[in-house]
Every structure is written in C-alpha cells, then in structure tokens.
C-alpha cells in the first residue's frame, strides 16, 4: 500500500460515474441517498510488509444503509510528481550515516589501546563527510572510567597529517583503525564506557551527528609486554622503509606512558630524522619522554643532545626545557 500524498481527496462512486463534488457528494443511481458521517474508527494498525489497515465507517442519509449498495467509495491519492513510482525523500530526521566501532582486545594499562571504527552512507545520495586530520580530529569521546568518573575528549589537531575527507556513494562504507591513547591515557585496569559521536567540519554535508557506544576493557600492567612492544616499534621505525608505517610506528611508541619504554624511545629518537619526510618525527619521542619523566627520561633527552641530528637536538632542548618547567606534553585536551 503506497503511502498517502500531501494532497488527499476521497470519492464516492455511484455506478459508473465518479462524484467531483468531494466526500459525501456523490449521488446514488438507484436513490438518492448520500453516504455522510464519514469516520474514521481508532489508529492505523500496521500489518506487515509495509501496509497499513485503517477502519472507517459512515452512514445513510436516508437513515437506511442499503441504500448506498450501489456507492462506492474509493480514493485519490495525488503525488508531487508525475513520476511513477514516485521515490519518497528521505526524512528530515533520518539517520544519513552510521557509525560503529569495536575495540581490539588485549590492551593492558598502559598499553595501545586500538579502536576499528566503521562508517556508512545510509542515503540514496552521495554523502560528503569531513573526518579532521588523518580522520582523528572530528572523533570526540566520552569515557567514564572504572570508578564512574567521566571525561569527554576530542583532539585540536593529529600532528603532520592531512585532513581525511571523504565522499561515500549510496551504501558506500569506509573502516579504519585508531589509537585511543591519543585521546585518553588508561591510568588504571578495569571496564570503561566508551561513547564516540562524529562533529564533522561545517562543510560536511552531515545535518546530524551519528552517535555509538561500547565497551573497553583494560587488563592489568604487564611490563614485560609492554617492554617487547616498545622495542618492536622502536625497531620499525629505525629500520623500516614505508612512511606510514614508520609514522605509525613513532605515534604509537610516543603514547606508551609506561616507564619501561624509556630505552626503546630513547634509541627512536637518537637514531634520527633520517629523510625529510621525518622532520618534525623527534618531536613525538620527546613528547612520550617529557609525558613519562623522571630521571631516566631526562638522561635520555640529555644523551640526544649530542646527536648529530639538529633536529633531534633542538626537540630534546625543547623537552628539557619543558621538563624543568613542569609543562605537560602531548594533544589530548579535556
């Protein structure tokens, strides 16, 4: 059953002839009784397969409903356009993309936690979506953590990438992989819930944000394994070819506030910039060094002033410098 129009007028057939008159106007051949009183009895019930059933009763003119046997009645139902079937906008309201994401088990605190989030257009149209630097800046969270307390977090900026823009057909998804810790630091062990919206950029073509939850669960401090994981990324990024793996790499290594990775993050940064495409890559290590503290930290930043690298030296002055005056380092604002 089609849906009804903006326009709808009913009519009352009497034999062969279809009444102009509107609603209770037709004549019936054989009387002249006119249906009036023309109701409908309670709500639309829906039955299934997209039908709706409604109850409508009316009566005789003459007082006597075997009059109207001869009458039928029936509907007109006049679209916005000619076109046939008409295809119904989408609604105001309806939801234009869809968002879910799921944690990748087996963080433990203060391990990378990784997060797979996917997108999709649910319009009949091509949708423009605007998702920030490297796809992180329009991502805003809010985190309650195992004591019940909550904090909302959403990045100013995602270092030396580009912004992600998008634009998905009809049904078209996107997936990609983040690394929470750069939003939210996991202090502690426990279950943490998780709620991710998407706050696009104004020229998106989103008139509503999508909005999902889930739930993280963070196992407790494992140094050994965070020691090995250290020392991989630290050994992918010295030795590794591709630049957003080395990227990667730098970013993750740079977010583990463990003190353990000190060594691992120490041997990144001394081993240079290498190509001009990792300027700027030393700032990460001194950053996750300045984050962690203490003194094997400085010692670190301390040894790689000696560096034959200027651009290693300047960022382990700058993270000294930052140290001394107790300056907090990293992105991730409240």
């Not at 969270?141 to 909302?152: A, L």
Request: charge should be negative; include cysteine.
């Amino acid at each position: 059953m089609r849906k009804l129009a903006r326009s709808l007028a009913l009519a009352v057939v009497a034999g062969d002839a279809i009444s102009d008159g509107g609603l209770g106007q037709a004549q019936a051949a054989s009387s002249n009784a006119n249906p009036v009183n023309f109701q409908q009895v309670g709500a639309g019930v829906d039955i299934g397969g997209g039908k709706l059933q409604f109850h409508y009763l009316w009566s005789s003119s003459t007082g006597n409903l075997a009059d109207l046997d001869t009458c039928r009645v029936g509907e007109i139902v006049v679209y916005p356009d000619a076109s046939n079937p008409y295809q119904w906008p989408d609604p105001p309201d309806a939801t234009e993309l869809s968002i879910t994401a799921r944690p990748v088990d087996g963080a433990g605190v203060p391990g990378p936690v990784y997060v797979d989030i996917d997108l999709k257009n649910l319009r009949k149209q091509d949708l423009k979506v605007e998702l920030g630097d490297s796809g992180k800046t329009a991502l805003r969270f809010k985190i309650v953590d195992p004591t019940g307390r909550t904090q909302s977090v959403q990045l100013s900026e995602a270092g030396l990438s580009a912004p992600l823009n998008l634009t998905l057909g009809s049904g078209g998804f996107y997936n990609y992989r983040i690394l929470l810790n750069e939003w939210y630091e996991f202090h502690m062990p426990g279950l943490y819930e998780v709620e991710l919206s998407l706050q696009p950029d104004a020229d998106t073509t989103l008139e509503r944000p999508p909005l999902t939850a889930f739930q993280l669960k963070i196992g407790p401090r494992d140094p050994s394994s965070i020691r090995r994981l250290a020392e991989r990324l630290a050994t992918r990024f010295i030795t590794g070819n591709n630049f957003e793996d080395r990227f990667e790499s730098a970013r993750t290594l740079s977010l583990m506030t463990d003190p353990v990775v000190v060594d691992s993050l120490s041997r990144a940064l001394r081993s240079g910039t290498g190509d001009g495409d990792m300027l700027g890559i030393a700032d990460f290590f001194v950053d996750g060094l300045v984050r962690i503290g203490g003194t094997d930290a400085a010692s670190a930043l301390d040894a790689a002033l000696r560096s034959q690298d200027q651009y290693v030296r300047r960022a382990a002055q700058n993270g000294i410098d930052r140290m001394l005056e107790r300056k907090p380092a990293g992105q991730i604002m409240d």
